[in-house]
């Protein structure tokens, strides 16, 4: 009963909208787009590290609540936000939604949602760094409940295959999808404490993660000295280019992802076959990223139109 009712409950904030389309904005806002793209574009020029944080960004904001803006969101009061939760390490570049919404605002005031300019970013961000391109289906509304304890909604990077599956399936998504969508590891860069777990006190057998390629554990624990640094250092994904492209399926094939979760992709037939395929085929890997890409980000919840992406009307 409980889990009936908590997946009823699941299925009435998610909901896969069918009304979003990509000449939605056609005739209230026709500059959004390129407004947006110009904001990406601008500020990647000065911080590499844009594309990533905003692709990243979106992703957070689609898995809890669906894509509503949630995210962007201030604590206020009482209430903590999600972007103040857990996982706050790794969320940044937020001014560059506050920048592409105050431009936007000031052509077409309070049309265009900021769950629907944090899609086009995210967009925007795969094809500034050389990745595909593809419509954004847009309209989009914006949620007005963002809460830190929400984030134990998001997968974590300890997660192993079947938590991975449940964690996407709960929205609605497959294990295409995860592997697909997990292709965003191209990009960006992570904290040693997201992968701490894998590079001292692994389990009680071993210190360090078997499933790491021995060098590259004890690469990264000369980055990540000690388990629990202040410092927190970190690395990058993919340390061969800053290039979206399928690196990141070829370095799972040679154990040199960070986390136990990208590794655990080689764990069921199923997502394993997809590795090989993507780490094969760049081109496999653009069309899958693309759907599953649309598909995460068609996962709807908000009611309004925010004036500010930081807080609610
Ligand atoms: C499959 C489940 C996933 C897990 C467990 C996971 C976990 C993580 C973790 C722990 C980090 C590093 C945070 C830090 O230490 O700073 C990270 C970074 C990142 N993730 Fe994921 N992630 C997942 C899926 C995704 C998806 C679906 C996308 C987008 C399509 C994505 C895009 C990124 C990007 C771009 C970064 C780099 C952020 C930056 O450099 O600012 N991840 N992820
Ligand atoms: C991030 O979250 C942690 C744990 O909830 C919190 O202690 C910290 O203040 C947050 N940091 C930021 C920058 O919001
Ligand atoms: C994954 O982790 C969960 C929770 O720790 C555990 O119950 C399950 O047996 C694990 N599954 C696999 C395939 O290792
Ligand atoms: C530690 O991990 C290794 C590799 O996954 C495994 O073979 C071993 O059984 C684990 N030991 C314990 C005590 O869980």
């Given at each position: 009963?409980?889990?009936?009712?908590?997946?009823?409950?699941?299925?009435?904030?998610?909901?896969?909208?069918?009304?979003?389309?990509?000449?939605?904005?056609?005739?209230?806002?026709?500059?959004?787009?390129?407004?947006?793209?110009?904001?990406?574009?601008?500020?990647?020029?000065?911080?590499?590290?844009?594309?990533?944080?905003?692709?990243?960004?979106?992703?957070?904001d689609?898995?809890?609540?669906?894509?509503d803006g949630?995210v962007l969101l201030?604590?206020?009061?009482?209430?903590?936000?999600?972007?103040?939760?857990?996982?706050?390490?790794?969320?940044?570049?937020?001014?560059?939604i506050d920048?592409a919404k105050?431009?936007?605002?000031?052509?077409?005031?309070?049309?265009v949602s900021c769950a629907d300019i944090l899609?086009?970013?995210?967009?925007?961000?795969?094809?500034?760094?050389?990745?595909?391109?593809?419509?954004?289906?847009?309209?989009r509304?914006d949620g007005?409940?963002?809460?830190?304890?929400?984030?134990?909604?998001?997968?974590?990077?300890?997660?192993?295959?079947?938590?991975?599956?449940?964690?996407?399936?709960?929205?609605?998504?497959?294990?295409?999808?995860?592997?697909?969508?997990?292709?965003?590891?191209?990009?960006?860069?992570?904290?040693?404490?997201?992968?701490?777990?894998?590079?001292?006190?692994?389990?009680?057998?071993?210190?360090?993660?078997?499933?790491?390629?021995?060098?590259?554990?004890?690469?990264?624990?000369?980055?990540?000295?000690?388990?629990?640094?202040?410092?927190?250092?970190?690395?990058?994904?993919?340390?061969?280019?800053?290039?979206?492209?399928?690196?990141?399926?070829?370095?799972?094939?040679?154990?040199?992802?960070?986390?136990?979760?990208?590794?655990?992709?080689?764990?069921?037939?199923?997502?394993?076959?997809?590795?090989?395929?993507?780490?094969?085929?760049?081109?496999?890997?653009?069309?899958?990223?693309?759907?599953?890409?649309?598909?995460?980000?068609?996962?709807?919840?908000g009611?309004?139109i925010r004036k500010d992406c930081r807080?609610?009307?």
């Amino acid at each position: 009963m409980a889990a009936l009712l908590s997946s009823l409950l699941i299925f009435s904030f998610f909901s896969f909208a069918t009304s979003l389309t990509s000449n939605y904005y056609q005739k209230t806002c026709p500059a959004a787009e390129t407004i947006i793209q110009k904001a990406v574009t601008d500020a990647t020029k000065r911080d590499k590290t844009v594309p990533a944080g905003l692709l990243r960004m979106h992703f957070h904001d689609c898995f809890i609540r669906g894509c509503d803006g949630s995210v962007l969101l201030n604590s206020k009061g009482e209430n903590t936000a999600e972007k103040d939760g857990p996982p706050n390490v790794s969320l940044h570049a937020f001014y560059v939604i506050d920048n592409a919404k105050i431009a936007v605002e000031s052509v077409c005031p309070g049309v265009v949602s900021c769950a629907d300019i944090l899609a086009v970013a995210a967009r925007d961000s795969v094809v500034v760094s050389g990745g595909p391109s593809w419509d954004v289906p847009q309209g989009r509304k914006d949620g007005r409940i963002s809460k830190a304890s929400d984030t134990k909604q998001l997968p974590a990077p300890t997660f192993n295959i079947s938590e991975l599956q449940q964690s996407f399936s709960q929205i609605g998504l497959s294990l295409k999808d995860l592997v697909a969508l997990s292709g965003g590891h191209t990009l960006g860069f992570s904290h040693c404490s997201s992968f701490n777990n894998r590079i001292y006190n692994f389990n009680l057998t071993t210190d360090i993660d078997p499933s790491l390629d021995p060098s590259f554990a004890a690469s990264l624990r000369h980055v990540c000295p000690a388990k629990n640094n202040a410092k927190n250092a970190g690395v990058t994904m993919d340390p061969s280019s800053t290039t979206f492209d399928n690196t990141y399926y070829k370095l799972i094939l040679q154990h040199k992802v960070l986390f136990s979760s990208d590794n655990a992709l080689l764990n069921s037939p199923k997502t394993r076959s997809l590795v090989s395929k993507f780490a094969c085929s760049k081109d496999a890997f653009s069309k899958a990223f693309v759907k599953s890409m649309i598909k995460m980000s068609s996962i709807t919840g908000g009611q309004e139109i925010r004036k500010d992406c930081r807080v609610v009307n």
